[in-house]
């Protein structure tokens, strides 16, 4: 479930590399400063440092783990990656918390 405010969000992307790491952050920054999707409690696995803090100049949590909601139509995405053992990570459309 997507709308017009989110449907440019909703492709799956996987990154394997930093900079595609930090491409994706960067667009889905933009998003959220756009007011497209707005942040939500990660809950439990959640990292430590705010998204908003997050740079490719600075030190990662080993596990990254963001979520978000489309405010329009509640649609949830998940930004998370593995930085220690350089495995990536993914950006994509995700059922809410609490429902898995
Ligand atoms: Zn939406």
Redesign the pocket.
């Known amino acids: ?7 440019n969000l909703d492709e799956y992307v996987r990154f394997r590399t930093p900079g595609e790491l930090f491409r994706a952050i960067g667009t889905v920054r933009q998003a959220v400063a756009d007011g497209d999707i707005e942040e939500i409690d990660a809950g439990p696995m959640k990292g430590t440092i705010a998204f908003s803090d997050l740079s490719d100049a600075g030190p990662l949590d080993n596990i990254l783990l963001y979520r978000f909601r ?1 405010p ?4 949830n995405f998940v930004l998370g990656a593995e930085t220690y053992h350089g495995r990536g990570g993914s950006w994509g459309k995700s059922a809410p918390l609490g429902s898995m």
């Open positions: 479930m997507t709308c017009s405010r989110c449907e489309c329009d139509c509640g649609q």
